[in-house]
């Protein structure tokens, strides 16, 4: 979970961590990037499914469709 994460909290010269650096700290950094990707999926989604049923290619009765309607949207 924390190794892309981590890398902000060490040396580069001796690869060790910042004496500064705690394991909340990569936490809130990991909670961050989560949740702005899940914002820039969300409407990434709302805008590809507005230009699709825009266009008329596609239809919203497919069931490949109803995993995306039960997304929990925040």
Known sequence: MVNGY?????????NQFREDASFEDIYELY????????????????????????KG???MTGAWFYPFIQMKMR
């Open 6 to 14: 981590k890398e902000m909290y060490k040396d580069p010269l001796t």
């Open 31 to 54: 909670r961050l990037d989560h949740e702005l990707r899940s914002i820039f999926i969300k409407y990434i989604l709302i805008v590809i499914f507005y230009f699709l049923l825009k």
């Open 57 to 59: 290619n596609w239809s």
